[in-house]
């Protein structure tokens, strides 16, 4: 049974840092792990992915230069270390394991298949 749990959400100032934790368990750990966000009225977003096989990192251009993605591999836990944030990257964000290969856009959601509960980020300005 594939697991995946997010912690490390919070409130901060805007210029400020989060890190955020992704701990996985059960899944192939060659398929793509992503971070994805969803603000209230909007869509759910990619905001980072990390590809094993090819050990590609992509970003979505709102977070390149301030956001980075790291795994470890040992511990089965995907980081998304956030710098300089912005009120415009408030939102719930999320984790997810792809189920298999993904084509097209590694950063579109409907390619992961497991998903984690969330954890809430709000920047006030």
């Known amino acids: 049974q594939v697991q995946v749990a997010e912690s490390g959400g919070g409130s901060v100032q805007a210029g400020g840092s989060l890190r955020l934790s992704c701990a996985t368990s059960g899944y192939y750990t060659r398929n793509c792990l992503g971070w994805f966000r969803q603000a209230p009225g909007k869509e759910r977003e990619g905001v980072a992915v990390?590809?094993?096989?090819?050990?590609?990192?992509v970003y979505a251009d709102s977070v390149k230069g301030r956001f980075t993605i790291s795994r470890l591999s040992a511990k089965n836990t995907l980081n998304l270390q956030m710098n300089n944030l912005k009120p415009d990257d408030t939102a719930m964000y999320y984790c997810?394991?792809?189920?298999?290969?993904?084509?097209?856009?590694?950063?579109?959601?409907?390619?992961?298949?497991?998903w984690g509960q969330g954890t809430q980020v709000t920047v006030s300005s």
């Open positions: 997810a394991a792809a189920g298999g290969p993904v084509s097209g856009s590694v950063l579109a959601s409907d390619q992961y298949a497991y």
């Open positions: 990390r590809c094993p096989k090819t050990e590609v990192s």
